[in-house]
Each structure stands twice: as structure tokens, then as C-alpha cells.
């Protein structure tokens, strides 16, 4: 007996077809979110007891923890402000200046490593640095005013339906 066609009251429900192009659901994107806040725990404890891989190495995992710590967070803010055109040249010019700030820091890294003054970790500490600045930038400016616009745009439009709803009432 097919069990999807049976009209027997024990049956499970199917899960619907996944549409193509549908979106991950909030809840999934949340727990990748709080499991990027363990990633970078376990990261400064691996900083703070192990001895620094060589810089590229170091670039990479440092930009993978950023983007597991920021991404899933201003993944959720952008699919909330999809239809923002303003919100959206925000999002825009924080990410360029954020990705700015991260490849001059690894630049101003590997002109350290090239030229080699300063101490070993020097270069290593510096493109760190860089890169969890931008990383700090892009989750204030993608993630939390991206919340603030949405509230003050919120608060004003039931101000303004309040406004209207007292002058009809009058």
C-alpha cells in the first residue's frame, strides 16, 4: 500500500515539495549563527594555547570564523530588508569599507612578513586585528542598524497612523 495515497488516520504528514530557489528556514540560519559563537570561543582558546600557524593559514581561518560569526546574522538582516532600496546602499558601503579595512590589514601583514621587522607574531597579530575590526564593523553595521532602521521606520509609521486616526477623530 502506498502510504502517502492511504487515507488511514495513522499515516505521518509529508513534508511539502521544496520549491526551487525557497529559502533556508530562520530557525536553521540561527543555530549556524549561535554554532559560529562556538567556533570563535573555541578560536581565541586555540590563539591563547597553540603556537600561530604561518600568515596565510592564519588569514584563512581568521576569515572563516568572522564569516561563520557574521554571516548567518547579516544573511537574516538582508532577507528582512530585501525590498530597501536605502537600507540595501547601506548594507552596500558597509561591507566595502569593512572589506577594505580587512585586505589593508592583511596587506599592511604581508609587507611585515616581507620585510621582516617586527617581532615573529607581529605580522600575524596584525592581520587578526584587521580582520576582527571588519568583522566587528560588519556585524554592527549589517546586522544591528539594519534592526534600528527597521524600529524607527516601524515607530514612525504608527506614529503617523495614530496622527491620521486623531484627525479623523475629530
Known amino acids: 500500500m502506498n502510504r502517502q495515497t492511504s487515507s488511514a488516520g495513522s499515516d505521518l504528514p509529508t513534508l511539502p515539495p521544496r520549491q526551487p530557489g525557497s529559502r533556508v528556514r530562520s530557525g536553521w540560519v540561527v543555530l549556524l549563527g549561535c554554532a559560529g559563537?562556538?567556533?570563535?570561543?573555541?578560536?581565541?582558546?586555540?590563539?591563547?594555547?597553540?603556537?600561530?600557524?604561518?600568515?596565510?593559514?592564519?588569514?584563512?581561518?581568521?576569515?572563516?570564523?568572522?564569516?561563520?560569526?557574521?554571516?548567518?546574522?547579516?544573511?537574516?538582516?538582508?532577507?528582512?530588508?530585501?525590498?530597501?532600496?536605502?537600507?540595501?546602499?547601506?548594507?552596500r558601503r558597509i561591507l566595502a569599507v569593512g572589506g577594505a579595512l580587512a585586505?589593508?590589514?592583511?596587506?599592511?601583514?604581508?609587507?611585515?612578513?616581507?620585510?621582516?621587522?617586527?617581532?615573529?607574531?607581529?605580522?600575524?597579530?596584525?592581520?587578526?586585528?584587521?580582520?576582527?575590526?571588519?568583522?566587528?564593523?560588519?556585524?554592527?553595521?549589517?546586522?544591528?542598524f539594519p534592526w534600528l532602521f527597521l524600529l524607527t521606520r516601524t515607530v514612525t509609521r504608527e506614529r503617523a497612523a495614530r496622527v491620521r486616526a486623531e484627525e479623523r477623530a475629530e
Open 103 to 144: 585586505g589593508a590589514g592583511v596587506v599592511a601583514a604581508a609587507a611585515i612578513t616581507i620585510s621582516g621587522t617586527g617581532e615573529p607574531g607581529t605580522a600575524g597579530a596584525v592581520a587578526m586585528f584587521s580582520i576582527l575590526v571588519a568583522g566587528l564593523l560588519a556585524l554592527v553595521g549589517v546586522v544591528v
Open 37 to 91: 559563537i562556538a567556533v570563535f570561543a573555541g578560536f581565541l582558546w586555540l590563539v591563547e594555547h597553540t603556537t600561530p600557524p604561518p600568515l596565510p593559514v592564519l588569514v584563512v581561518m581568521v576569515l572563516a570564523v568572522v564569516g561563520l560569526v557574521v554571516g548567518p546574522w547579516a544573511y537574516l538582516a538582508a532577507r528582512r530588508l530585501a525590498g530597501e532600496p536605502e537600507a540595501g546602499r547601506i548594507l
